[in-house]
Every structure is written in structure tokens, then in C-alpha cells.
């Protein structure tokens, strides 16, 4: 689902929340404050009872006892801890915004949770229905069982009935339902617990209470998706500058200059397109070719020979028929950022393709990936010790050759960006060479920075680390392969040096994120 359509649930949500400040307590509610002024149930003036007469006494103050128990254990659990679960698996996983290898058991705890703690909170609303000589609140009890019954089937669905990930349409069908209905719920909850607040002492504070962990809970997802909506746009902008050349400079575009650039970048689309159709090739493969004759140009002002540089090119996005037009035209090194998307396409496409990911890799990510993609070549991405166990002891497992695996290393100092710091680079290295012997050591990856001020600075970097690595392990440079260079950058990284050149807009175009309306 389209990160929009999450975020404008997000604000419905909390635009719900917000009208229900202004709404009257109902009137039988009123009248039962009314009837019940003489015990301090519902009259702000009257003298609080203690809780040990309450006890002694039920009568005095067990009603409001019951209520405020039921208010606290609704807002926590269905109000709170169900909204930062869907937070949690929203934006956690994969590799945006922080990497968080066990989101999903947070998910599931924050559902559980709350289920939990909703559900005895039902249970004590029903206990004060009982105790109450009016029936005013039955609605709700109504509504508190369809939520409940809901909520049950939402976790029945996702423990017992969910897709794998390779399940294709099936899975993605899954994951629409999941989600829509998870907003349902939540929607009817917010309703539920701003009408159920009237019935407390002193609504208002319970209800403007509420409505900041609502707007905080908002807040913290508003600030999210609008992470995502910069990473998109980034990419936007490298996609731009591998057509429109050096204007375009970092990533601090205005929308209506990126509008711009966006109108330039169709019409050359459309030029290699019309170019492609007389030579009688397709834009993806005639692209391709003038990759490896930029590539093969590079080398030779470097020195070096073309034949040593493999150009990989990244379909992040990109349908598989697309994929197979370059296939077609010769090529065979193709990469992929994210597992599932990987798992969807490669049974699809022929077997003597040779895959590199080079996207974040989770924990959890590592047995679909390796199980589902057989031909999978190198993973380009790992940046610690605990992914490199991971991947060694599930090689091991599933019983395939080793498996090539490149360090990531963080050479521009970028907290957004994954990667080992440089001056770990070493240890690592020693750590995947003697203690995973179902990986082969085979280089080092880097992402230059975005806007390439200082992308020779750390491509240089990473060629000093290679330097230090062959030292420790005592092999030769020819045995670390240095991957550095993308769709903008990648001639650049050839003359410094880079053996693996990975290339995805400059091959396929631009990717196709959704466009603001």
C-alpha cells in the first residue's frame, strides 16, 4: 500500500479523535451523575472516598472504582499499545528507518498486549454495566464485543493464515487486508474509548489526556512517513542527475524544480526510446550498452582493462520483463535491495543469472532469501558480525556451496547510511575469514555520498581499507574486490579502482515511486 494512503489513516485517526472533544455527554449519563450525586460517583464537588472504603463499602465509590480501571486498561491497551504496534510494523522493517531485526516481535507484543489489556478492560466495562441501575452504556458493550471479535480474527488471520512472502499476489492480497482492517479496528476504538471518557469524572482531562498520546503517536508517525517521502525523493534526485548531469548537485531540491527536472528527464527518456526503436533494440538494453561502452572508456584512461569490471545492474522496482530485456541482451549480473522482491522475481527469470543484494539485510531475511534464491552470487551488505553468523550458519543448513559475501563500509560518516566504520573493517574481515566457513571473504562495498562532494574522498577510503585488509589477511589486492559506483558516480569509481559497479537508473530509468497528486 502507497505510503500516502498510511499516513492519511493516520491523520483520519487522529482528526476522529479530535472531533470527539466537543461532543456532550449523553443525557442518560447526566441524569444517572444526577442520581448518583449523593454517593461522589459522578459529582466533581463531592468528597473523594478512600480506596479502603471503597472496599469496606462498594456502595460508597465501587462504581467509579470500576470505571477508572476500565478507562486506564481501554487506553493502554486498545489506545496506546495496538497504535504503537502498527507504528512498530509500519516503519520498522526492512531497512527504513532504523534497522531493527526483531521488529516483529515487537509488533506482535504491542498487539498481544493491548489485545490483552483491552479484552480485561471490556470485562471490567461489563462489570460497571452490572453494577449501574441504568442501561445507557449497553451500546457499548456491543461495540466493545465486535471489537473484540475483530481484533480476534486480525490475530487468528496473522499467526495461523498469513502467505509466505512468496506467495506472490496471494501474500500481497494479505498484507492489503491486514492493513485496512487494522485501521478499522483502530478507528473504532478511538471512537469507542472518546465516548466511553464521558462517562468518567472529570471527562475533560481524561479526554485531552488521551488526545496527546494520540497526537504523539501521530506526531512520531507524521515525522516517519515524511523520512520515507526524503528517501524516496533522494532517490529521485540521483536518478535525475545520472540524465541531467552536474546541475543537479545534492539532494535539497525544491518540488517545483524537481517538477522540472522530472519533465527534462521523460523527454530523454522518450529520445532513447525513439533511438532504441530505430537500432531495433529496447531503451533498457540499448542503455545497457552504453554502460559497458562508458565502463570500457573509463578503464582505459585509468589503465586498467575493461574485462575486470563487471557492471551490475540494479532492477530495484522494476517488472520482470523489463529485467529480461536486458537478460536478452547479454547480460547476467543483476542486483536487488529488498529480499522479498529478490524471492518474487528470480524463479521467474532464468537460473544462469548471477544475483548480488545489496540492500540492508535482516536477520529474519536470511532463510528466504537464501532458500529462495539459489542462484544468489554475492550479498554485498554485511556490516556486522551477528549477520555474518547468521548467514554462515544458515548456508551451512540449507546445504549449498559458500556463499561470496562483501563487507559494507560506511566510509562517508552518514548516520543514515548502513555499513561497519572503516577503522572496524579489519576485524570484521578476520571474523567472516576464520570464523564462517560457509562464506568466502571475497571485498568491500561502499555508497559514495549523495551529493558527491566527497564521493572521492571515500571511494579512496575504501580503496585504503582493502590496502589493510589484504595486509591482515595476507592476500593479494586481486582477491578483495572493491564494489563502489553507482548509476551517477560510476566512471568516477572505475578510475579509482572499483572492480563492481552497481547501475540501476542509468539501465532501467527513473523508479517507479508513486508521484504527489
Known amino acids: 500500500m502507497g505510503s500516502r494512503f498510511h499516513l492519511f489513516l493516520i491523520i483520519l485517526c487522529l482528526l476522529l479523535a479530535l472531533s470527539s472533544i466537543g461532543y456532550s455527554v449523553p443525557t442518560e449519563a447526566t441524569a444517572e451523575q444526577q442520581a448518583n450525586s449523593t454517593s461522589g460517583l459522578h459529582n466533581p464537588d463531592a468528597k473523594v472516598t478512600s480506596p479502603s472504603k471503597i472496599w469496606k463499602n462498594p456502595g460508597l465509590g465501587y462504581t467509579t472504582l470500576l470505571r477508572h480501571v476500565h478507562g486506564v486498561l481501554n487506553i493502554i491497551g486498545w489506545g496506546t499499545l495496538i497504535p504503537i504496534g502498527i507504528i512498530v510494523g509500519r516503519y520498522f522493517r526492512q531497512e527504513f528507518p532504523i534497522r531493527c531485526d526483531q521488529w516483529y516481535s515487537v509488533h506482535a507484543v504491542c498487539q498481544t498486549c493491548g489485545y490483552i489489556m483491552g479484552t480485561v478492560g471490556w470485562a471490567f466495562g461489563v462489570s460497571v454495566l452490572h453494577s449501574s441501575s441504568k442501561r445507557s452504556h449497553l451500546p457499548f458493550l456491543v461495540l466493545g464485543i465486535f471489537i473484540i471479535l475483530l481484533t480476534t480474527i486480525q490475530i487468528m488471520f496473522a499467526v495461523c493464515m498469513q502467505p509466505k512472502k512468496e506467495s506472490g499476489a496471494r501474500r500481497r492480497c494479505w498484507e492489503i487486508y491486514h492493513h485496512v482492517m487494522g485501521y478499522v479496528i483502530m478507528a473504532l476504538i478511538i471512537g469507542v474509548i472518546f465516548e466511553g471518557i464521558n462517562a468518567q469524572r472529570h471527562p475533560k482531562k481524561w479526554r485531552w489526556g488521551y488526545v496527546g498520546i494520540l497526537s504523539g503517536l501521530a506526531i512520531v508517525g507524521a515525522a516517519l512517513e515524511g523520512s520515507d517521502e526524503r528517501r524516496k525523493l533522494d532517490d529521485d534526485v540521483v536518478s535525475l542527475r545520472c540524465l541531467l548531469g552536474p546541475r543537479v548537485l545534492n539532494s535539497n531540491v525544491e518540488s517545483s524544480e524537481l517538477n522540472n527536472l522530472e519533465e527534462e528527464q521523460e523527454d530523454s527518456c522518450t529520445d532513447m526510446a525513439s533511438s532504441a526503436a530505430i537500432e531495433g533494440a529496447t531503451p533498457a538494453s540499448a542503455a545497457l550498452k552504453s554502460v559497458l561502452e562508458r565502463v570500457q572508456l573509463a578503464a582505459e584512461r ?82 556486522d558480525e551477528k549477520i555474518a553468523n547468521r548467514l554462515d550458519r544458515m548456508v551451512e543448513s540449507i546445504g549449498r556451496k559458500p556463499l561470496k559475501v ?19 573493517c579489519v576485524e570484521l574481515a578476520k571474523h567472516v575469514s576464520l570464523n564462517c566457513p560457509n562464506l568466502q571473504f571475497s571485498g568491500l562495498m561502499t555508497i559514495g555520498m549523495l551529493d558527491y562532494t566527497s564521493t572521492p574522498e571515500n571511494f579512496k577510503l575504501l580503496a585504503n581499507c582493502r590496502t589493510e585488509v589484504c595486509k591482515a589477511l595476507e592476500i593479494s589486492e586481486e ?39
Not at 552497481?502 to 508521484?515: D, M, P, Q
Open 302 to 383: 585509468s589503465g586498467r582493462v575493461p574485462q575486470q569490471i563487471r557492471v551490475v545492474a540494479v532492477s530495484k522496482t522494476k517488472p520482470v520483463p523489463v529485467i529480461r530485456q536486458v537478460y536478452d541482451a547479454g547480460h547476467r549480473y543483476f542486483g536487488e535491495n529488498y529480499v522479498q522482491e529478490l524471492v518474487e522475481k528470480a524463479p521467474q527469470l532464468p537460473e544462469d543469472i548471477e544475483w548480488h543484494f545489496i540492500g540492508n539485510l535482516q536477520s529474519n531475511k536470511v532463510k528466504p532469501l537464501l532458500s529462495g534464491v539459489p542462484n544468489l552470487a554475492v550479498v554485498e551488505t554485511v556490516d
Open 406 to 424: 562483501f563487507i559494507q563500509v560506511n566510509t562517508s560518516g552518514e548516520e543514515s547510511k548502513s555499513g561497519v566504520e572503516p577503522s572496524g
Open 479 to 517: 582477491q578483495c574486490e572493491l564494489s563502489m559506483g553507482m548509476s551517477a558516480d560510476f566512471e568516477l569509481a572505475v578510475e579509482m579502482g572499483s572492480t563492481n559497479v552497481r547501475v540501476g537508473s542509468t539501465i532501467f530509468g527513473a523508479r517507479e515511486y508513486l508521484k504527489k497528486k
